[in-house]
């Protein structure tokens, strides 16, 4: 199946700093979701973006649906160690029956 | 709070054994989905289901099969377990008012096939 263009694939970081990572696709999307994953647990959702343009905040993080509808942007504000963790996209194109993810952007953050 | 279980964490199987993974969700959700994650090719559906004893193929169906008796309940089955089938699990679920947008995640089960 399809996958989304994740970047960048990681990122090494200090504590304090603000970090932006982003999602592109070939498609049109109706829907990006934004999910963080740690390590031997399941994806969580962090935030859910369903029209163009729509800037959305989850405590110190806030994400964007581009109004290409091509691409989705997420921002993490005064990072925390507790943010490790691999961040993914997702998205739904059109009336599609099942979300495309994103290949992932793995955090680390020092002190 | 949003919850979905999977009945294990960890699973450790010989090859050729039939192998059930277990998910349940308490939100009254419509749609339930399996997923595998292997390092490097992010999470691939292997099926869903949109309603009760309906399944739908997703990317990876073969050598899996899936039941959906209750609404709540998804499984999945590894018909004879092969070591390639030795892979992280994930259960899923979503609202039918989302489409399969917010789709919400068990914590997963690390299988491993000898």
């Known amino acids: 199946g399809q996958q989304l263009n994740q970047s960048p694939q990681s990122m090494f970081i200090q504590e304090g700093e603000d970090v932006s990572m982003n999602c592109t696709s070939s498609s049109i999307f109706n829907t990006w979701l934004w999910y963080k994953q740690e390590p031997g647990e399941g994806p969580v959702l962090l935030i859910a973006?369903?029209?163009?343009?729509e800037l959305t905040s989850n405590g110190r993080l806030t994400a964007q649906f581009g109004i290409t509808r091509k691409d989705s942007f997420l921002n993490i504000s005064a990072s925390i160690p507790s943010d490790v963790g691999i961040y993914f996209c997702?998205?739904?194109?059109?009336?599609?029956?099942?979300?495309?993810f994103g290949t992932g952007t793995r955090l680390q953050v020092t002190l | 709070d949003v919850k979905v279980t999977q009945s294990s964490r960890y699973l450790v199987k010989r090859t050729g054994e039939k192998v059930f993974l277990e998910c349940v969700q308490d939100m009254d959700h419509e749609n339930m989905f399996w997923y595998r994650q292997d390092p490097g090719l992010g999470l691939r559906l292997i099926y869903f289901?949109?309603?009760?004893?309906?399944?739908e193929k997703g990317d990876i169906p073969e050598g899996y099969s899936v039941s959906r008796e209750k609404k709540e309940r998804f499984s999945l089955i590894l018909e004879s377990a092969s070591t390639n089938q030795t892979s992280m699990y994930l259960c899923?679920?979503?609202?039918?008012?989302?489409?399969?947008?917010?789709?919400?995640f068990g914590p997963g089960t690390r299988l491993t096939v000898t």
């Open positions: 899923a679920s979503s609202p039918r008012a989302r489409g399969v947008g917010e789709q919400y």
């Open positions: 289901s949109y309603d009760v004893k309906m399944k």
């Open positions: 997702a998205g739904r194109t059109g009336t599609a029956s099942k979300l495309t």
């Open positions: 973006l369903y029209k163009a343009g």
